[in-house]
C-alpha cells in the first residue's frame, strides 16, 4: 500500500470525485498512449473493437465476483451519474408497473421514497417532477431527529410505512453529504427495514449506493430490483453509471407506452442498455477503463472481505478521534450514535475561527477536502477504498494534535 | 506535428472514438498523477474546485473563440453522448413551442426531419419514438440515390418541404456512417438549405455536428437553434457532449409542463445545464480534461481556418487516389460527387478477396480503423483532426501500391 504516499501528492478526503490508488494512475497513463499492446491509446480505441468489448466484459465480470451478483440481476454500465439514475429509476419502474397492472389509474400509483439526506431527498423531487404517480415519503428522517430538521439520522423500524404494491421503494444507502448511513447488520434497529417489505416475490426495491459501492459487501443484494452508483467514490472516476438490475426490471418501455406509461428516452431505458451489453451508444470510454483497473486491483488485495475489514477500521479510528475531541469540547458529532456512515464522517469544530484553523493546519500538512458539503458546513472526512489506514492515521494524529492545540490556548 | 508519429503507435483511422495528438496524450498521463501542480490527479479532484471551475470556463472559451460563437448562444457539456441528444433535443424544443403555443393541439406539432444518413434516421426515430407531434421527413435522401435505396447523396435544395411553424428543423451536418456531408459552401446546391427556413427570426434549427465539429468553421451558426456534439471524434475522448444552445431554447421546462409539454428528465434540461453552468451534477471529468487540451492546442496551431485548410488538403488527396483507382476498376467512390464528407471518406475495394487484402496490407503498414460501418461494408477512412497530413500521405502511398498490385496481378 505504500504505493499511495507518493511525496508530492496531497491527500485527498475529497467526498467525490476522490481519491484513487497511485499504481492505477500509473498504469492508467501509459494507457493512455498504448492500451494492452495494441499502439493506440484507450481513449481512441474503437468501443467496438474485440479489445475494449473484452475489457468491458470483464468489469463486468469483476463486479460480479467480488459482490456475488446473483444470475437474476444484470449488471449494466451508462453515463450521466446519480441524478440521471433518479429520472431513469421513475421512468422504467413506472413503466414495469404499468404492464404489469394496466387498469390502475396513475392517481392510484404510488412511489414510494425513504428520505433519509439530502440525496434521497433530492431523487424523491424528481420524482414528483416527472409524475406518473403519487410520490409518498415513507420515512423522513428528519422528523426523527431533535431539531426536527436535520438529516442526522437511520429511522427506527417502527417509522416506517410502505404502500401495499407501490412501483418503487427508494432509499439511498449512504448519505453523502449528511453523513448518514444504514447500518450494514441487517438485524440492526438502523439497517434498512427489508423485513417490513411490501410481500411480493419481487419487490421493487432500488438502491442509490452511489458513495457506499463496493466499500464492503451489499446486503439483500438479491431483494433489490436496482442498486445504481455512480464509480466516482469507491471504483473509478466521475463519467461512468453502475447498475445492478434484476431482469424482470429490465422491460419493454415501448410497449409500456401502449399501457398507458410516459415514453423513457432511448438512452435511459435499462432495456436499450441490455440489449447492447452496455454499448448502445460510444460509452463513457476512459472511465470505464479506470474503473477495470481499480476493480482488478480490489480482488487483487482480497475483494469486498478486505475492503470491509480496511474500511471498518478506518472509520472507528476517526469516530474515536471525534469522541475525544468532543469530550474536550472541541469537535461535535452531527450523526446520532448507530447511524454513522464509514465513507464521509462529519462533525463541527466548535469555536470562533476554529474551523478555519483545523482546514488551515490540515492543508499545511497536505490533507485536502475537509471541508463540508456547503449545504451543511462543517468537516467532513471522506475514507473511500482508495484512502489508506496511514493516510487516515495521518489524519488521526493531527485531530489530536489540534485538539491538544484548542484546549492549551 | 512530427510528435504524432510515434514508432510503437498505430495510425487510428477509426470513426470514432479517433485519434488523439501524442502531446495531449502525455500531457494528460502527467495530469492522472497532478493536475496544473495541485498534488491531486485530474481523475480525483474535486468538480467544484476552483482549479477545476476554471478550467471548464477556460474550454468554453476556447470554443467560444475558435467558432466565433455569438453571444446569444450558450456553450453547455453533458453526457451521454448524440443518443440522449436526440431525445433532450426533441423534449427541449418541445417544451420551447409548447410554452410559445400553448393552445396549439398536440397533434397538429410537427418536427422536421432532414433524414441523409443513418444518424439522422435514427434520430427521427428517436422523435417518433417520444411522441408529442407529428415527425414530418422533410426529405429522404435515399429517394434522390440511383438505387433509390442508398444514403449517397444531399438532395437538391427543391426537394426541402419545411413546415410552416415546426417545433424543430433537425440534420445531421455529415454523417459518420454514410460519408456525405454538406457543402461548406452556403451558395452552393448540395448545402444546407438555410434560404429555405420558415420565416421566423428565431429559427428552430437543430443540427448534429457530431463528426464534424470543430473541423472547419460552422456555416450561420448563428441561425441555430441548437448544434451539438459527441467530443471523440475532433476534440476529445468519448464521455463528452458539447452544446451550443441559443438562449430562447433554454426554456423553464416545467412550466412547459403545465401548458401540457412532457416532463423532461433533469439532467436532459438545458435549463439545468445552463443555470448550473454544467455543473449540475459531477461531469465527466476526464473527458472534459482532454478535451480541454486538445481545444487548447487547436487554438495554438491555428484555430478553424488552420484545421479547415488541413482537412481539406487531407479529404482531397484521399478523394483523388480513390478516383484514381476507381479509373483503374480496383476502388468504386460510394458517394455522390458534391455531397462527399471531408471526414469520413467511404469506397468500396471491387474483386473477389479485395476488400480483406486492402485492409491486410494497410495493417502490415501500420493503418488501422479502415474498416466500413457493418451497416454498410466497404472501406471508410476517417480524417479527424488529429490525423496530420503525414499520416494521410502514408495511406495515399498505400492506395496507389494497392492499385498497382491489383491490376497488375
Redesign the interface.
Known amino acids: 500500500m505504500s504505493d499511495e504516499s507518493?511525496p508530492?501528492?496531497?491527500t485527498?478526503f475529497?467526498?467525490?470525485?476522490?481519491?484513487?490508488p497511485?499504481s492505477v494512475?500509473?498504469e492508467?497513463?501509459?494507457g493512455?498512449?498504448?492500451f494492452q499492446g495494441?499502439?493506440?491509446?484507450i481513449?481512441?480505441?474503437?468501443?467496438r473493437s474485440s479489445e475494449f468489448t473484452a475489457f468491458v466484459r470483464n468489469v463486468e465480470a469483476l463486479i460480479r465476483r467480488q459482490l456475488r451478483v446473483p444470475p437474476t440481476h444484470a449488471v449494466l454500465f451508462t453515463?450521466?451519474?446519480?441524478?440521471?439514475q433518479?429520472?431513469?429509476v421513475v421512468?422504467n419502474m413506472l413503466a414495469r408497473y404499468r404492464l404489469l397492472h394496466p387498469d390502475v389509474p396513475t392517481g392510484d400509483v404510488t412511489m414510494d421514497y425513504v428520505v433519509t439526506g439530502s440525496w434521497s431527498k433530492k431523487a424523491a423531487e424528481?420524482a414528483e417532477?416527472?409524475?406518473g404517480g403519487q410520490v409518498r415519503i415513507v420515512t423522513d428522517a428528519r422528523k426523527h431527529s431533535v431539531s426536527g430538521k436535520a438529516f442526522d439520522n437511520i429511522p427506527p423500524h417502527s417509522a416506517y410505512a410502505f404502500s401495499k404494491d407501490p412501483a418503487l421503494i427508494y432509499y439511498c444507502e449512504n448519505e453523502t453529504v449528511d453523513g448518514v448511513e444504514f447500518s450494514h447488520d441487517v438485524a440492526s434497529s438502523s439497517s434498512f427495514p427489508y423485513h417490513l417489505l411490501p410481500e411480493n416475490t419481487l419487490s421493487p426495491l432500488v438502491a442509490d449506493y452511489s458513495s457506499s459501492f463496493m466499500c464492503r459487501p451489499i446486503p439483500r443484494l438479491g431483494d433489490h430490483a436496482i442498486i445504481y452508483a455512480?464509480a466516482?467514490k469507491n471504483v473509478?472516476?466521475?463519467?461512468l453509471t453502475i447498475l445492478i438490475v434484476r431482469q424482470d426490471c429490465i422491460v419493454d418501455v415501448?410497449a409500456a407506452?401502449r399501457c398507458g406509461a410516459?415514453?423513457v428516452?432511448?438512452?435511459?431505458s435499462y432495456k436499450t442498455l441490455f440489449d447492447s451489453k452496455s454499448l448502445?451508444?460510444?460509452?463513457?470510454?476512459?472511465?470505464l477503463y479506470?474503473t477495470g483497473l481499480v476493480l482488478e486491483r480490489m480482488e487483487t488485495m482480497g475483494g469486498m472481505e478486505y475492503y470491509e475489514a480496511l474500511n471498518k477500521k478506518k472509520a472507528e479510528a476517526v469516530y474515536e478521534v471525534v469522541k475525544v475531541g468532543s469530550s474536550r469540547g472541541v469537535f461535535k458529532p452531527k450523526v446520532k450514535e448507530g447511524s454513522e456512515s464509514w465513507m464521509n464522517v462529519v462533525f463541527d469544530v466548535i469555536g470562533d475561527g476554529a474551523e478555519k484553523r483545523f482546514l488551515d493546519g490540515a492543508a499545511q500538512r497536505?490533507m485536502?477536502?475537509l471541508k463540508g458539503h456547503r449545504s451543511v458546513g462543517g468537516i467532513r472526512v471522506s475514507l473511500y477504498n482508495a484512502i489508506t489506514e496511514e493516510q487516515t492515521q495521518q489524519l488521526v494524529q493531527y485531530c489530536h494534535e489540534f485538539i491538544g492545540q484548542e484546549t492549551t490556548a
Chains 1, 2 share one sequence.
Open positions: 507518493s508530492s501528492r496531497i485527498n475529497g467526498a467525490g470525485p476522490s481519491a484513487l497511485v494512475l500509473e492508467a497513463a501509459k493512455l498512449l498504448n495494441t499502439g493506440i491509446g481513449a481512441e480505441i474503437s468501443h453515463q450521466g451519474g446519480g441524478s440521471a433518479f429520472s431513469a421512468m424528481e417532477r416527472l409524475g455512480g466516482q473509478g472516476p466521475a463519467g415501448d407506452v410516459a415514453p428516452p432511448i438512452t435511459l448502445y451508444n460510444t460509452p463513457s470510454v476512459l472511465a479506470m497536505g485536502s477536502g
